[in-house]
């Protein structure tokens, strides 16, 4: 390890901090719930670096994961989804501070818990 590079070191801390009982069909659940609710596919939920609606429906999985699954962000980010875990971050601090009074982050409210529920449900 002392020799590795930074990059190296994240996959290291990352492996680590994998939790035991990761359930990937969960997490399947989750990517498809969310796919379905914003009209996108799976595969590009994941991948794309699209901004607006894709970003958006990113943004939910990344709650759905962290918050009612209990994955931590850095596993989130980098394992799951390919990216910085920072974004997964931004999602978080975006949610604490909805303001319902905003149309915007109202709808973006009512589709996470909707989503949540719907969750709730195929995963009893």
Known sequence: LENGTLEELNNVVADYSKLKDVNSENIDIV??????A???SVRTLKMSNARGRVQTARSTA???LHIDL???IRYIGKRIFGKWPNSVHRAITYYKCLDLKIKA???FSDIYEGI????KQKIK
């Open 70 to 72: 209990c994955l931590n």
């Open 105 to 107: 982050d109202r709808e």
């Open 38 to 40: 914003y009209d996108i």
């Open 116 to 119: 949540k529920e719907k969750l």
């Open 62 to 64: 990344y709650l759905l």
């Open 31 to 36: 990517l498809t719930l969310v796919s379905e």
